[in-house]
């Protein structure tokens, strides 16, 4: 159902190249020019300290459509965006635009800080090519829907960190854009004004609006996007629905989470029989769910199991399996489980081989994020550490019925003098949490 005319953004095998050192960069710059004086076109390959941050990247964008772009930190979504906005030329490859780009690029871009909010205004919508006159008759709902009245003629130097994203994100979507560019800005602001940008988007969407997001939360993209790029190292590592994407981007960051626990591991038992009391050794742990959601992932809910593979060569006693779990996704650092099995069950006398030790939970109440697991086997009262693996990861992933509270609640559902119709499409909470995350 898509035409030629449609098309709002073509990114045709764009690559950008840095240099990781000013001075060099400098000198290139300089090379550069000379070249592109000489027409003999940027160069494709690298030269000392020089880099990829983007790397041979094409996609459309067309009217209507919501593309997401997600990766690590550093694996060059915002200089591909800046790129789209025109405020970095790619190195190799084209852009075409059609149609006026709002860009939503970072905290207050484009803003200068001497200058009241009210001339701001006029600077920054002038700049994406708005007409004084239209500037002048979008100003006040731009005030309003910024709730900047009070501070609109003090110098923008004297701004929150908030207020500034208010008025960049008014600004944005008060010049009527073709395209909308949302990298990273959605997570400021309190959760009201988060909820009225983004009613704001889906009423520019709904009027036919493109939009690039660039963002950290899965749920987000995944209530707005109708489709994802997975960018790692410059490159497009994946790219499909914003489901398959997402997957692919997690499974790529358990197995290198798997990869550190095993060398983990490793470490751990190395210093132990240097020691030479490795009575109990930890082996292994696994995270499993019932469900077929992949290793080291559970799912919100729904049963999950962690599983300790231990090397014993000789019986021992009165252990204890001690497990700290702790949110790297909300509360950075914050414990939010802690269980040790000499309280739950008693001591453990493990037998020497490789015994199993297997703590399961019929619903796991970890909201949706990524956990450090830190596991010991402590010995007796004193709890004597035996092996410590102190960093293990497992990512914990909505299975429908997260919703975004500090944890899950078991529940049932009892209807008395009513009727249920079950909904057959995308789960209400996630609607909810989109609105939250926003
Ligand atoms: N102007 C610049 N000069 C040199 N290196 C840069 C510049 N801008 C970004 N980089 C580097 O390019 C890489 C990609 O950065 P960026 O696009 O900001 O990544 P992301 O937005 O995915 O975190 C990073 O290694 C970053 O340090
Ligand atoms: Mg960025």
């Not at 769910?289 to 290793?295: D, L, M, Y």
Request: hydrophobic share 40%; charged share 20%.
């Amino acid at each position: 159902m898509t035409g030629r005319g449609d098309l709002c953004v073509a990114v045709e095998r764009v690559s950008k190249k840095f240099s990781r050192s000013l001075k060099r960069s400098f000198v290139y710059g300089a090379w550069d020019i000379a070249r592109a004086l000489l027409r003999s076109g940027e160069s494709a390959t690298l030269r000392a300290s020089e880099f990829w941050a983007v790397q041979d990247v094409s996609f459309t964008l067309r009217r209507g459509q919501s593309i997401g772009v997600i990766g690590p930190n550093g694996s060059g979504k915002t200089t591909l965006m800046r790129m789209i906005a025109g405020v970095l030329r790619p190195t190799l490859g084209a852009i075409r635009v059609q149609g006026r780009i709002a860009p939503m690029l970072a905290l207050g871009a484009g803003f200068k800080p001497v200058l009241s909010g009210r001339e701001n205004v006029f600077l920054n919508l002038s700049l994406l090519g708005v007409s004084d006159r239209d500037i002048r008759a979008r100003f006040d709902a731009i005030v309003e829907f910024a709730e900047l009245a009070e501070a609109i003629d003090a110098p923008l130097g004297t701004y929150s960190s908030g207020m500034l994203a208010r008025l960049g994100f008014a600004c944005a979507v008060h010049t009527d854009p073709q395209i909308l560019i949302v990298d990273e800005v959605l997570s400021v602001g309190d959760a009201k004004f988060r909820t009225k940008c983004r009613n704001r988007i889906n009423q520019l969407r709904k009027a036919g609006t493109a939009m690039l997001l660039v963002s950290h939360s899965a749920i987000l993209i995944q209530a707005l996007c109708d489709e994802c790029l997975y960018l790692k190292r410059g490159l497009i590592a994946a790219r499909g629905t914003p489901d398959e994407t997402l997957g692919a981007y997690e499974s790529d960051i358990v197995q290198n989470l798997a990869v550190g626990n095993a060398a983990r591991v490793a470490g751990c038992s190395g210093e132990a029989s240097e020691a030479g009391h490795s009575k109990a050794r930890i082996l292994e742990v696994r995270f499993t769910a019932r469900e077929a959601s992949g290793a080291g992932i559970w799912l919100t809910g729904k049963p999950g199991e962690m599983i300790l593979s231990v090397g014993c060569t000789s019986p021992v006693n009165d252990i204890s399996l001690n497990v700290i779990i702790t949110d790297l996704t909300h509360h950075a650092g914050e414990t939010v489980q802690f269980m040790t099995s000499h309280r739950d069950i008693g001591w453990v006398r493990l037998d020497p081989g490789r015994p199993e030790l297997r703590v399961s939970f019929p619903a796991v109440g970890l909201r949706p994020g990524t956990y450090r697991v830190k596991i010991s086997l402590s010995q007796g009262l004193m709890h004597d550490i035996l092996d410590v693996l102190d960093d293990a990861r497992v990512i914990v992933r909505d299975a429908g019925s997260g919703g975004n509270g500090l944890y899950y609640q078991p529940r049932e559902w009892t209807i008395t003098g009513g009727t249920v119709t079950e909904m057959p499409t995308v789960p209400a909470t996630s609607e909810l949490e989109a609105v939250e995350e926003l």
